[in-house]
């Protein structure tokens, strides 16, 4: 079992800058990716950006040269700096990372965090 805890969203005006986190505890071990995803209220989740064990990163075209994933593997947290904000980023920014074990892969979700962006 992987527990996802994200932390950092808020208001910030257009052109701003914020910067998400995603604390991880239980399996890391088996943890073979990591990513944000987001969902403006009435659409679909959506992916944003994703990193690889191997550090291999996927970003979103919207908001690929404004948005940036991170991880610190001493601190088990992924990170989304994004920058350049824009009023089509307000959403709920959800973390989830991706396990194989035994040969099995499982998706583990965060339960969300808020991002507005507005004047």
């Known amino acids: 079992q992987v527990l996802l805890v994200e932390s950092g969203g808020g208001l910030v005006q257009p052109g701003g800058s914020l910067r998400l986190s995603c604390a991880a505890s239980?399996?890391?071990?088996?943890?073979?990716?990591t990513g944000w995803y987001r969902q403006a209220l009435g659409k679909e989740r959506n992916l944003v950006a994703t990193?690889?064990?191997?550090?291999?990163?996927n970003y979103a075209d919207s908001v690929r040269g404004r948005f940036s994933i991170s991880r610190d593997n001493a601190e088990n947290t992924v990170y989304l700096q994004m920058t350049s904000l824009k009023p089509e980023d307000t959403g709920v920014y959800y973390c989830?990372?991706?396990?194989?074990?035994?040969?099995?892969?499982?998706?583990?979700w965060g339960r969300g965090t808020q991002v507005t962006v507005s004047s």
């Open positions: 989830t990372a991706h396990t194989i074990v035994a040969g099995i892969g499982r998706d583990y």
């Open positions: 239980g399996l890391i071990f088996s943890i073979n990716a």
């Open positions: 990193i690889t064990s191997g550090g291999r990163i």
